[in-house]
């Protein structure tokens, strides 16, 4: 009788011992798994917009490559006026973090500078002048409102809509911070790097 006590007792023991480290090894993988789905549905936003501005511009075209077509069949000329909307933010999935799961911390290490995340251009043509044999065809239209889109892409930078979206980057990590404690985790960014310099959108995409 005395040996059956020992024995469940033993048992129980070794019982309890498996349980834990069971338990501990399933916590530990359900932890890694959340910071895994929390760094990823962090990256899921994607282009976050701080800042949109508004451009109306005046744009001149000219033909003036080609001189002796325009001598001999006439110019081409055009006044363009463009209505155009910028989206300055924040490109999420360059923003660098690490999980420390034992802390249940996502550590921000690096967050991008703002950048030209999209833009909205309207062109109207005023003043339209063909040469007698000399008419614009459909890619000199496309290649004018490459150009126009480029005047206005090139008005950005001094517009001050990157100084200002700079000024939010906090507002978004602040951002960042009410979705990570949703989940009952820390976002410690004090080891936070900057990109440098902002980044423009391609005018011709």
Excluded at 41 to 64: H, L, P
Excluded at 101 to 112: A, S, W
Excluded at 136 to 148: G, W
Aim: proline share 3%.
């Amino acid at each position: 009788m005395e040996y059956l006590f020992i024995g469940l007792a033993v048992g129980a023991i070794v019982a309890y011992f498996v349980f834990a480290r069971f338990n501990g090894s399933s916590r530990k993988e359900k932890v890694d798994t959340q910071s895994v789905v929390l760094m990823e549905k962090i990256r899921s936003v994607c282009k976050f917009i701080t800042v949109e501005g508004d451009f109306s511009e005046i744009f001149y075209y000219e033909n003036v490559k080609d001189k002796w077509i325009n001598l001999l069949l006439g110019k081409k000329k055009a006044l363009v006026l463009i209505d155009a909307k910028a989206h300055i933010g924040f490109d999420l999935t360059k923003v660098k973090m690490e999980a420390d799961t034992d802390n249940r911390t996502i550590i921000l290490t690096n967050f991008p500078q703002p950048e030209l995340l999209t833009i909205e251009t309207d062109f109207k043509y005023y003043d339209k002048k063909e040469g007698w044999a000399n008419p614009f065809t459909a890619t000199d239209l496309t290649n004018i409102n490459k150009e126009a889109k480029k005047h206005i892409v090139d008005k950005i930078p001094e517009s001050g809509l990157f100084n200002e979206a700079s000024n939010q980057a906090l507002e978004t990590i602040q951002l960042m911070e009410k979705l990570v404690e949703t989940i009952n985790w820390k976002l410690d960014y004090t080891a936070l790097k900057v990109d440098g310099g902002p980044a423009k959108l391609d005018p011709q995409k």
